[in-house]
């Protein structure tokens, strides 16, 4: 299964089914946390549904540039709240997603982004 489909198969079920539901389920995250990372890093989880198993990832997810605006509009929001002397947004622009402009506003797409998943074979040393 691609990457692109197994993120849309995550937002099924969570219940995204709509660009609606995206908006608010992306909005309601930057409620839940006081730092830029965090919120960076559930965002990361809504596009990759197998977080827990990936060790390294090469690239960035490319997003259309209105859920890219999007966003970007509430990292700057959140940062001018919780961050106020840093850039507002600038966490998103260094490590947030790609925009794409050939993509249609919402659309996602994996295509200069590899995965790379832990060995379960690997065991960890002490």
Request: net charge neutral; charged share 20%.
């Amino acid at each position: 299964m691609t990457l692109e489909n197994k993120c849309r198969e995550h937002w099924k079920a969570l219940g995204i089914m709509s660009t609606e539901n995206l908006k608010n389920y992306i909005a309601a995250l930057f409620n839940n946390y006081d730092h830029q990372e965090n919120v960076l890093i559930e965002l990361c989880k809504l596009v990759f549904p197998e977080w827990d198993k990936i060790s390294r990832i090469k690239g960035y997810p490319e997003v259309g540039n209105d859920i890219w605006l999007f966003i970007c509009r509430l990292f700057q929001k959140f940062d001018q709240k919780h961050h106020p002397n840093c850039m507002p947004g600038g966490a998103w622009m260094n490590t947030g997603f790609s925009v794409n402009h050939n993509l249609e506003g919402w659309d996602i797409n994996f295509a200069n982004c590899k995965v790379e998943y832990h060995n379960p074979s690997q065991s960890k040393k002490g």
